[in-house]
């Protein structure tokens, strides 16, 4: 019965997830939506998702292994930062906030899944130094995206920095001891809620245990 629920869900969350991409590509710009981490990151979670379903549709034990697990926090981990800059710095910033896409791929999508973690995986399934590969993701991007806003300058739709996708990357504008300043910001609260999340996640377990039987 457990098992019909995730799946279900899990295929409800890949539908949102695809629906959320489609529409940010298909009404807003085309490909070049891809140089938002927002967009880039709703992708993995979509795409991962659909491996998990594949998953569970062909195995009995596959869908939940230690790797598999370590793996998921990091793209909940990769899929929340976009919910949580979103919501702190750039929706008061935003003109068209009020867009199906837009809840979709900042709220629903990202919420859905950070429940989909919590609720559904093993506890006690990560190690230490987790948390500080969960910050590739981020790290890889913000190298992508300086690259593009200095040396590459591919146009990137509706942003009000292009070449660069959000203002705090904005060198030429601001500088850079301000670029710095906000990644370093980012970086630490990424870090910061990585390992809360990982103490989250194995607190749980260990409470369990000392429940009577």
């Not at 899990?10 to 539908?15: G, S």
């Not at 997830?17 to 939506?33: A, D, R």
């Not at 399934?125 to 948390?131: A, I, L, M, T, V």
């Not at 970086?187 to 409470?207: E, N």
Request: some cysteine; charged content about 15%.
């Amino acid at each position: 019965m457990k098992r019909n629920v995730i799946f279900y869900s899990r295929m409800v969350l890949f539908m949102l997830g695809f629906t959320g991409v489609y529409l940010e590509i298909t009404k807003h710009g085309g490909l070049g939506m891809l140089m938002y981490y927002t967009v880039l990151s709703n992708m993995i979670v979509t795409a991962f998702t659909a491996y998990l379903l594949y998953l569970m549709a062909r195995s009995e034990h596959r869908w939940q292994t230690q790797s598999l697990f370590r793996l998921k926090g990091g793209v909940t981990m990769c899929i929340m930062i976009t919910c949580v800059i979103y919501h702190f710095m750039l929706a008061p910033l935003a003109t068209d906030f009020y867009r199906l896409e837009n809840f979709l791929c900042h709220y629903i999508v990202p919420l859905w899944f950070l429940a989909d973690t919590l609720l559904f995986d093993k506890r006690s399934q990560y190690r230490w130094f987790d948390p500080i590969a969960w910050t590739s993701v981020p790290l890889i991007y913000l190298a992508f995206a300086l690259f593009n806003g200095l040396i590459i300058k591919w146009s990137i739709p509706g942003a009000k920095d292009s070449p660069f996708a959000y203002f705090f990357l904005n060198i030429p504008k601001y500088g850079w001891p301000y670029v710095l300043q906000w990644s370093l910001k980012i970086f630490i609260g990424y870090l910061l809620a990585g390992y809360s999340f990982y103490g989250v996640m194995s607190f749980s377990r260990r409470q369990k245990r000392k429940q009577p039987s």
